[in-house]
């Protein structure tokens, strides 16, 4: 799998917009983008993925440039709880492969 | 809401102990991982199954670790002895193939 970039740490105000960047430069065709958080002492957390298109979700929003070397989360309105650990992960889709966490980036958002 | 669930949720023991952890993957997912996470190491993978059957244990120090699936809804992983460099948290996910995994709450354990 395709080893990703991550800013290590990141803060954000409470109710603006947060955007977290992901660079994934040797990403091959059939590797999808996942993205995780984990917050403090819980199990990582499912958030959303894609393959091309832009992806949007209850929780957050994928953007994918076009030539697919990277990607940009965004949680459209922050929120304290929104404090956590935030994983980019490509991947293939073959039964079983497993995520290759790296050190992600920590979130915080500030009153 | 279905959740995989893990026991205990947290464990402390002494050196030496056998250890043993539950996993309750998600009902009809049929892919269950085992990770470990540490400050120092992270997120690291420990073992997966498909069916219940191992596929990928690599990940896995071979002569103290086991890693099971008596039945679809339950797999389990053993630490026998315990050391003091096993203290982590112990995360199992489960999946349906080739889509995403959904964590569990994890174990915390503690080998003093």
């Known amino acids: 799998d395709a080893k990703t970039t991550q800013p290590p740490s990141m803060d954000c105000a409470e109710g603006r917009a947060a955007n977290l960047p992901c660079n994934h430069s040797?990403?091959?065709?059939?590797?999808?983008v996942y993205w995780y958080r984990q917050i403090h002492s819980q199990g990582p957390q499912y958030i959303i993925h894609?393959?091309?298109n832009n992806e949007t979700n209850e929780m957050a929003s994928l953007i994918i440039t076009e030539d697919r070397k990277s990607s940009t989360l965004i949680l459209p309105h922050a929120t304290l709880r929104d404090t956590a650990v935030y994983y980019c992960?490509?991947?293939?889709?073959?039964?079983?492969?497993?995520?290759?966490f790296g050190t992600g980036t920590s979130l915080t958002v500030i009153p | 809401d279905a959740r995989v669930t893990q026991t205990p949720r947290h464990k402390v023991t002494e050196m030496g102990q056998e250890v043993t952890m539950r996993c309750q993957p998600i009902?009809?997912?049929?892919?269950v991982f085992w990770y470990r996470q540490t400050m120092m190491q992270g997120l690291e993978l420990l073992a997966y199954?498909?069916?219940?059957?191992?596929?990928?244990d690599s990940g896995m120090p071979k002569d103290r670790f086991s890693a099971e699936m008596p039945d679809a809804t339950l797999a389990t992983l053993k630490i026998q002895p315990s050391e003091p460099r096993d203290s982590a948290v112990y995360f199992c996910?489960?999946?349906?193939?080739?889509?995403?995994?959904?964590f569990g709450p994890g174990t915390r354990l503690l080998v003093l």
């Open positions: 199954f498909r069916n219940r059957a191992p596929l990928d």
């Open positions: 996910a489960s999946g349906p193939p080739s889509e995403t995994q959904y």
């Open positions: 040797t990403i091959s065709g059939n590797e999808y």
């Open positions: 009902l009809g997912h049929n892919t």
């Open positions: 894609g393959l091309k």
């Open positions: 992960i490509v991947r293939t889709l073959s039964t079983g492969n497993q995520f290759y």
